[in-house]
């Protein structure tokens, strides 16, 4: 698990590397372009979540997504059916973000960076809190459409038992 977890930070450390000249040729404008694009579809992922739209949020993530935990390296089909599990136990979830960057690469690359705070209520009454909370997503523009190819998550949830 570690080595899965070394593998990926070295890629992406070798993918940022590769690639810086070609973020340097960008023009702020270009970039400010690549933003608003990336933006849009942080923010519709983070939309579906918050309706409870598993399915339409996957559409957002690239089947070779990675999505590192704080204990594991997850792939696409495993995390989508952890996703349906979770969600589908949840009346509620929300998220406000207290810091939102992104980072451009390259013209097909881009790096989001969000910290802030989650809540959710579940069916049986107990309400979680991840505060704070934290995913760093990349990226990548395929055909046209941004998707997430890697995402890494951190927060722990402090939950309150229904009385």
């Not at 598993?54 to 990675?66: C, I, K, N």
């Not at 990226?139 to 939950?159: C, D, F, R």
Request: some cysteine.
């Amino acid at each position: 698990m570690k080595a899965n977890i070394f593998i990926t930070t070295l890629l992406l450390f070798i993918l940022i590397g590769c690639n810086s000249q070609q973020s340097e040729q960008l023009t702020q404008q270009q970039k400010e372009q690549i933003t608003k694009e990336a933006k849009v579809v942080m923010d519709s992922i983070f939309a579906k979540f918050g309706r409870l739209d598993v399915l339409g949020a996957l559409e957002y993530y690239s089947p070779e997504l990675l999505v590192v935990g704080d204990k594991s390296v997850v792939p696409f089909q495993t995390t989508k059916e952890n996703w349906i599990e979770a969600f589908g136990s949840m009346t509620n979830a929300k998220w406000t973000p207290v810091q939102w960057e992104y980072t451009v690469l390259t013209k097909d690359l881009v790096i989001s960076t969000w910290i802030g705070n989650m809540e959710f209520i579940m069916k049986s009454g107990d309400k979680g809190t991840c505060d704070p909370q934290s995913y760093t997503d990349i990226l990548k523009k395929v055909n046209g459409q941004w998707k997430s190819i890697y995402e890494h998550a951190s927060g722990t949830p402090v939950m309150q038992v229904a009385k």
